[in-house]
Structures are given as C-alpha cells and as structure tokens.
C-alpha cells in the first residue's frame, strides 16, 4: 500500500532498549569502520561481545560531512538483526522526523535526532513510536543541559555529544563529564544516558562513573589492524566501573 512502513519480519523492533541493551553497552560507531570491510567488521565485533551498533547519518547541513543513510543501512540491517544485535541510529540532520519512515524500513531499531535541529520534539518522539523505532534526544557542547532535558521528556535515551558532532577521532572534551553528571541527575532513572565522542580507554571509565551508561566508540574501535581486540581492550577499561 502506498505510503505504508514495511517492518522486516523478523525485527526486533517490537521490544525497546530496555529489552536489548545491557546496563552498560559500549556501541562500536560504524561510520568509522573500514567499509570494504563493513559485514566482516559486524561479524567480528558481535562475536567479541557487541550488542548495539552506532550508525551515523549525516546530512552535509547539520554536520559538515555527508555521511551514511537508509541505502546502507538496508544492507547490514539484515546481518545485524541475524546476529542477535540492533543498530541505533543517530541522525545528524536537519528537520530528522522526514527521515524516520526511511529508517524504519531500513531494519534500523532506534533513531535518536538532535534537539537543535528539531522544532517539534515530542512529535518526532511519537512519529518514532508509532513506527515502531526507540526514540533518543542528542545535543551539542553549546547547549544546555537543561534544554536537551526538557526536549527529551517521553524519550528512552539522552544523547551529550563529548565533541562537537561530524569528523571521527576528535578528542573527547574534559567539560562534558560534568555536562553528563548533571544530565544523569536531572533524567528519570530509566532514560539511558548516552555519550558519543572521544571514547577511548583512557575516556571511558570517567564517562561511565560520571553517569552515562551507552558508551559510543569509532576511533578506538575500528582504527587499529584488531577492532575486536580493541572493543575487548575498551571492556576491560570499563570495567571497575560498571557498578
């Protein structure tokens, strides 16, 4: 039918984060994967422990770079929902709700857009209910925490970017472990909070202890000859801290 979403069969789309995402995920960032390689990559890392995979979307407006999009998504959506994983998508555009339907019919689980690119945010957060997506709230270094909460009210996920969204392997940004401590103490207890930017071994533990419990990585994942030792090095760094 015209204009209808068509669900993959077998998405796991009817359950939610609270359902297939551990108390602490650490999400490998596939827009800095080695993309001849990208399907070898998933399979690697889904079987070194993860669960969730970061999928950048940008637009060449909101974000300097034109990034990924729905084309390649439908084409590793099927991988990743065979291998017991999800793919969580974050979408660095403008205007992000034209493109949730797109996302939808791609296999992606969640999409999470920006708060200063939206001007309606609890109707993307409902128009990604209703199409069956999980539905985060992301904001920049300039904004304030309090107006990234206030935008995320019925969302299952806050997203505090700890550098300034676009270009993998910028360093993350000393400023943002008191931005995600105050995030963590403003949000009811079951919204996850998620941080994206600069995660690496020697980030990640202090970005855990100051609250955020979806741990985003690109750089420290996928730019080594071993991504899968890699993601298993970022574990063992998280791991006094997972309490």
Excluded: K
């Amino acid at each position: 039918m015209a204009g209808e979403t068509r669900r993959p069969s077998s998405s796991v789309n009817d359950m939610g984060w609270v359902d297939w995402a551990d108390a602490v995920e650490i999400e490998p960032s596939l827009y800095a994967s080695d993309f001849s390689r990208l399907g070898e990559q998933i399979e690697v890392l889904r079987r070194a422990g993860a669960t969730v995979f970061h999928f950048d979307v940008g637009d060449g407006h909101f974000i300097p770079e034109i990034t990924i999009g729905p084309v390649v998504l439908a084409s590793i959506s099927p991988l990743v929902r065979g291998l017991g994983a999800r793919l969580d998508c974050h979408l660095m555009v403008e205007e992000p709700e034209r493109h949730f339907d797109a996302m939808a019919e791609a296999g992606g689980d969640s999409v999470t857009f920006h708060a200063e690119a939206c001007a309606e945010p609890a109707r993307a957060i409902s128009l990604a209910r209703s199409l069956g997506l999980g539905a985060g709230v992301a904001f920049n270094p300039e904004t304030p925490v309090e107006a990234a909460v206030a935008a995320a009210d019925g969302a299952d996920l806050v997203l505090c970017m700890s550098i300034h969204p676009g270009y993998s392997g910028q360093e993350f940004m000393p400023e943002s472990l008191e931005r995600i401590s105050q995030l963590r103490s403003l949000l009811p207890a079951g919204v996850r909070v998620q941080v994206d930017g600069g995660i690496n071994r020697e980030t990640i533990r202090s970005a855990r202890e100051a609250g955020a419990d979806l741990l985003v990585a690109g750089s420290a994942v996928f730019w080594s000859d071993d991504p899968a030792a890699s993601y298993r090095a970022l574990e063992a760094a998280l791991e006094p801290a997972r309490a």
